[in-house]
């Protein structure tokens, strides 16, 4: 019972990581309409950011977070105005190899800059956490907080502020929320700032718990996709729900059987789900 609960605190801090980032390209594919591939990179610029944050700069580390996110943001913006806005009449195709292209730069960036090896940053949440008898690290019950914070902040925005309420007009009929005086390129722009920061957040919280690569956006990718799929395409509570379900059975399926098992875990669920419903957990029949 013991092991069960550690576990499960793991899989819900994992849970917490992968909603971050699943709800940042959730909300670009419901407002743009297409996926954005470059999402598990932008995801390993963010932990690199944190940690010059941290290391670099000098900055506290729940500081160093934060700027990391306000900047991930700008870039975010920038590259919406440079490389996707000047696409906004193009088919679909032409933002996914846009995409690949980012992805490649910032993969480059980051190995000009940080180098090709493996950076290591600490936590001030170093101690653990006695629950039942259960040891869970700090910084995993640190995660899981902020997780729901931030989920709740983000809700909070998207429901009650007006550039949230524009995205989530604009996610329901970009044609009508225009013709309402909506701007459709504003939006765009929020949008991209808002889904950089997340995964800045979610890469910042979960580098001290595992090692900086160049290449530690590339499994993310894959799981992102995949919980967006289970839980509808376009649709945040099936990204939530997604991410944290897709966790628990990765972590339980490692313990129990095998890491291989665990990672076959994320698309059994997947498969089981779309096998049921088609469209996924939230998803309809033609998105928009």
């Not at 690199?48 to 990391?68: K, Q, R």
């Not at 000047?86 to 292209?101: C, D, F, Q």
């Not at 902020?146 to 989920?151: E, G, K, N, P, R």
Request: proline share 3%; glycine share 12%; aromatic share 8%.
């Amino acid at each position: 019972m013991t092991l069960f609960l550690q576990q499960l605190i793991n899989g819900l801090a994992l849970g917490g990581i992968y909603c971050l980032a699943a709800v940042g390209l959730t909300l670009v594919f419901g407002v743009l309409g297409f996926p954005n591939l470059a999402h598990g990179a932008i995801y390993m610029l963010g932990g690199y950011v944190t940690y010059s944050m941290l290391i670099d700069v000098g900055l506290p580390y729940v500081v160093a977070i934060i700027a990391a996110a306000l900047v991930l943001a700008v870039v975010g913006i920038i590259f919406e105005r440079l490389i996707f806005h000047p696409l906004r009449n193009s088919p679909h195709t032409h933002h996914m190899i846009a995409t690949v292209g980012v992805m490649f730069f910032i993969t480059a960036v980051v190995q000009e800059v940080w180098g090709t090896g493996f950076l290591r940053m600490e936590s001030p949440f170093s101690g653990r956490v006695g629950l039942f008898g259960a040891e869970i690290s700090s910084q995993r019950v640190i995660i899981i907080i902020t997780a729901v914070v931030v989920l709740m902040a983000l809700t909070f925005f998207l429901k009650k502020s007006v550039h949230g309420q524009a995205i989530e007009a604009v996610e329901q009929d970009r044609t009508g929320a225009a013709l309402v005086g909506i701007n459709p390129s504003v939006v765009s722009m929020v949008t991209f700032a808002v889904s950089f920061g997340l995964v800045a957040i979610s890469a910042g919280l979960v580098a001290p718990i595992q090692l900086l690569s160049p290449g530690m956006g590339e499994s993310l990718n894959l799981i992102v996709f995949a919980i967006i799929i289970l839980g509808g395409l376009g649709s945040l509570p099936g990204a939530i729900i997604g991410g944290f379900a897709i966790a628990i059975a990765e972590v339980m399926a490692s313990t129990y059987l095998s890491v291989g098992a665990g990672e076959a875990a994320i698309f059994i669920v997947l498969m089981a789900v779309l096998a049921i419903k088609p469209t996924g957990i939230f998803g309809t029949v033609e998105h928009r």
